[in-house]
């Protein structure tokens, strides 16, 4: 089955240390997204790319970064510029042509310690 | 630009109770609009969505929305709730033409037997 494989579910940095979350997806699509999750605020737009070799940044990319070297993968590394990176992170992905929504993986929860 | 709210960030129902949960969105064009639910440490499901074709959507697990673009409202709606239907729920929107999605906060709904 198709579908967006998100790893690990957990993960611990200590501070000051960059850590990197996997994103891959199996269903030819295009467009990619990386979202972090805090209670009561929804859901924030990190990054996003539409197409292989380039991305935009979204509304908090900073201490972020992506590459999307290949259609399938889009991983998104926490540096330590982020001060406060302890939150859920969701990736997501669509279709460019006949917009039907997102399809997500199941998230993964990064802890400072 | 686009955006979209959630009135209520914590619903509570019986179980049997109908379920009402608000969205309006801010557009002079009628947008793509969303339901996402989410369950916890899990990520975000499509429950269902508007793309301009039937005003009355209708989605999984017995939920349906209805389109009104008098009232810029897009309200998510199930007759009898069940304690599986305990979840957050979000409501998104998106221009046409573009990719992404504006999410909002959240509805917390708990259901109580």
């Known amino acids: 089955d198709g579908g967006i494989t998100q790893s690990p579910k957990y993960l611990f940095r200590k501070e000051g240390q960059n850590v990197t979350l996997s994103c891959e997806q199996n269903l030819n699509h295009d467009a990619m997204y990386w979202y972090r999750q805090d209670p009561g605020q929804g859901l924030r737009l990190i990054y996003y790319s539409q197409i292989v070799n380039d991305f935009q940044k979204g509304d908090i990319a900073e201490g972020y970064s992506v590459s999307r070297e290949k259609k399938e993968s889009f991983p998104l590394t926490v540096t330590s510029a982020q001060k406060n990176p302890t939150a859920f992170y969701l990736c997501?992905?669509?279709?460019?042509?006949?917009?039907?929504?997102?399809?997500f993986g199941s998230g993964t929860r990064l802890t400072v310690v | 630009a686009q955006s979209v709210t959630q009135l209520g960030s914590h619903v509570s129902v019986s179980e049997g109770a109908l379920v009402l949960l608000r969205c309006n969105y801010s557009?002079?064009?009628?947008?793509?609009l969303f339901w996402y639910v989410q369950y916890p440490n899990q990520g975000l499901q499509l429950l269902l969505k508007?793309?301009?074709?039937?005003?009355l959507v209708k989605g999984i697990n017995g939920f349906e929305a209805e389109f009104k673009k008098s009232e810029t409202s897009f309200h998510l709606t199930k007759p009898s709730a069940h304690m599986s239907d305990a979840a957050e729920y979000f409501c998104?929107?998106?221009?046409?033409?573009?990719?992404?999605?504006?999410f909002g906060t959240g509805t917390r709904l708990q259901v109580f037997p």
């Open positions: 997501a992905s669509s279709i460019r042509e006949g917009f039907g929504g997102y399809t």
């Open positions: 998104a929107v998106s221009d046409r033409g573009t990719d992404k999605l504006i």
């Open positions: 508007y793309t301009s074709a039937a005003t």
């Open positions: 557009s002079s064009v009628p947008p793509y």
